[in-house]
């Protein structure tokens, strides 16, 4: 029989024991957490309560930034040139869409989809974040909203959306003047964000491209908006809480005239070249035209890549501003300049005549630089020189005078440099020097390089702004200003004139010598084209050769190409006894600046000086000056 087990006696005491330290154990546990709990709480409640707050607002509240109102631009006397119109387009979240092809296939039968726009949007689908919307037809007519808004339904992702969009009602007129606003893209917003203004086109989608529109983009873009939104958690509007309006950019008013606009472009009747007038009074423009033009608006809703292409490759360069880009050599028109150095720098004077006989040898030179009228104008004073634009004249002062002293004296009447008027779209134009030749070409500067130089030709080219603004300190007797396209800018309360920018003038040892120049220039223009006009005016024609003749060859335009003729120019300035217009006319290709440039100059001076008139004018006599 097996022994029985005895039975423990439980330890009670140390049981308790046990249990007690179990005990505290637990409660200090409890508490440790409570303590964590609490300072939890208190950091979420106290300490980080903005910071979750926002959070959460960010999460119930949307911002919804609203685009300002750009503003309007107007020519000198109120009259509309870019405006705002409304505009619909279809837009497309691509996240909510499974199959976009097959969808726009559907889309076609109730808004028709062209082959380009599918194209375009496909591909633009491939860099294009899902979430934000993208347009998938630009320009719709009421017609096509309202067939959209019926069957809506049935194009989940796909929306309506209603804006202001540029508009330019005077077409291909202003392009070169205006530019254009287009969408911005990667390079604009890198930009924006380099200078902090990123922020500030967060509704906008269009920016200044161009022009007047990217100059002062500043003042024509305004300040957005915004709206604050309560949401669900689906992201659905419940209402709106707050409502910030924005600030719409101010209107700006230019120095154009567009009734001279209009008529200069006229003038060009589609030929390539330029046309610019100027206020020599202030240095505003009054136009500025170059043709051939395109109409901005097929950019600023986005132009297809066939379109652009047309433009890009056109053997007409129509995207190139001619005024402030177009580099011609100024020829004849800088003649009178010419004549001003050689007065200035006591070469000639008023009373020194030079033999003409058709040409002009450097000494102890076999070679013959012609005259334009290879029979010569025989003994030449400087009045004869320009008005006759004796070639023969100028070689002879050109020999003496020398490059370094004619290059520096040009400058000053702004050739080779840029002039500072309010569009980036400008070219310096070439004033040749001794270092300009070295660093360009690396070759020493010869004196048969000065001759041709003399009169406007070799290296020497110019824009016709430029052109336009010498002949500005010619007519004002020194006076210069920078020229200038704002007059003034205007908002709700006030407009607020720009101020002038004045240079300082232009000073000569002898300042009756703008007389015997300006003299020669009215006599210039009343000999030929402005016989009989209702006013006085002074004027200088040119003829630029764009390729060289061989000295024993005879130009004939008959038998050249086209493109290799010469360009026709003249600068003019009206009424003479207090100028209040100055332009200059550039017609490529055109042939002989008489008898081409100024019937331009004389219909375009007609139309400005005796607007508020209504005499009979009548052209004057045939001008059979070649230059």
């Known amino acids: 029989m097996a022994p029985r087990k005895r039975m423990a006696m439980h330890n009670h005491a140390a049981e308790a024991s046990l249990f007690k330290r179990r005990a505290i154990f637990t409660f200090i546990c409890v508490v440790v957490l409570l303590c964590i709990l609490f300072t ?42 870019a405006e705002n119109q409304p505009f ?80 330019y009602p005077y077409n291909g007129l202003m392009t070169h003047v205006l530019g254009y606003v287009g969408r911005i893209n990667n390079r604009d917003q890198a930009a924006l964000q380099s200078a902090g203004l990123w922020k500030n086109y967060a509704a906008t989608n269009d920016i200044g491209k ?32 707050k409502s910030v309006a924005p600030i719409p950019g101010q209107d700006i008013h230019l120095t154009l005239d567009l009734q001279l606009q209009k008529k200069a472009m006229e ?32 950019f600023v809703h986005g132009i297809s890549s066939k379109a652009y292409g047309e433009l ?53 030179v076999d070679h013959k630089y012609r ?5 010569g104008h025989g003994w030449v004073d400087v009045n004869g020189a320009l008005v006759h634009s004796c070639d023969t004249y100028f070689y002879d002062l050109a020999y003496k005078t020398g490059i370094d002293k004619m290059s520096h004296f040009m400058l000053q009447f702004g050739f080779g440099e840029r002039t500072g008027v309010d569009i980036f779209e400008e070219s310096a134009g070439i004033m040749p020097s001794r270092e300009w030749k070295r660093a360009k070409y690396n070759q020493p500067w010869y004196i048969g390089d000065t001759i041709s130089v003399g009169i406007g030709q070799g290296y020497w080219t110019t824009t016709p702004l430029q052109l336009a603004n010498s002949t500005v300190i010619l007519a004002n007797n020194g006076q210069r200003f920078v020229p200038h396209l704002l007059k003034s800018v205007e908002n709700d309360t006030t407009k607020v004139d720009t101020l002038i920018d004045k240079m300082p003038p232009l000073e000569l040892k002898d300042p009756r010598n703008w007389e015997i120049i300006n003299s020669a220039m009215k006599d210039s223009a009343h000999k030929s084209r402005f016989v009989n006009a209702g006013y006085t005016a002074a004027m200088k024609t040119g003829t630029a050769q764009v390729f060289t003749v061989a000295e024993d060859e005879k130009y004939d335009a008959d038998t050249i190409d ?15 006894e207090s100028p209040k217009i100055v332009l200059a006319v550039v017609l490529e290709n055109a042939g002989w600046g008489g008898a081409n440039a100024g019937p331009v100059a004389r219909a375009l001076l007609d139309e400005y000086i005796l607007r508020d008139e209504s005499p009979t004018v009548t052209v004057g006599a045939p001008n059979n000056d070649r230059p």
Not at 371 to 375: F, G, M
């Open 40 to 81: 939890n709480l208190y950091q979420l409640q106290i300490l980080s309560y903005t910071d979750y707050e926002t959070r959460s607002n960010d999460n119930r509240i949307r911002v919804v930034p609203v685009a300002p109102s750009r503003g309007l631009i107007y020519d000198r006397h109120g009259q509309l040139l």
């Open 88 to 167: 619909f387009s279809l837009e497309l979240i691509p996240e909510k869409v499974t199959d976009v092809a097959s969808t726009l296939d559907a889309l076609n039968e109730v808004i028709e989809i062209s082959n380009d726009e599918r194209e375009n949007l496909l591909e633009a689908l491939k860099y294009h974040r899902r979430f934000k919307p993208i347009t998938v037809k630009n320009r719709l007519t009421e017609e096509q909203v309202a067939a959209f808004s019926v069957n809506q339904h049935q194009f989940p992702g796909f929306s309506i959306d209603a804006g202001l969009k540029r508009h």
């Open 210 to 241: 161009q022009g007047i529109e990217k100059f002062y983009e500043n003042l024509l873009h305004g300040t957005p908006g915004h709206l604050e939104e309560e949401v669900n958690n689906r992201g659905r509007t419940i209402r709106t809480l």
């Open 267 to 298: 003038l060009l009747d589609g030929r390539r070249g330029s046309i610019v007038a100027i206020d020599p009074r202030d240095g505003g423009i009054l136009a500025m035209v170059s043709s051939p033009t395109y109409d901005p608006n097929q």
């Open 312 to 364: 890009l490759n056109s053997r007409s360069r129509p995207l190139i501003n001619r005024s402030t880009q177009g580099q011609y050599a100024p020829a004849s028109t800088v003649k009178p300049h010419m004549a001003l150095l050689g007065l200035e720098d006591k070469v000639v004077t008023a009373k020194t005549r030079v033999w003409d006989p058709g040409f002009w040898q450097i000494p102890n």
């Open 371 to 375: 005259d334009w009228k290879r029979w």
């Open 562 to 576: 086209e493109h290799l003729r010469d360009n026709a120019l003249v600068i003019a300035y009206a009424p003479y």
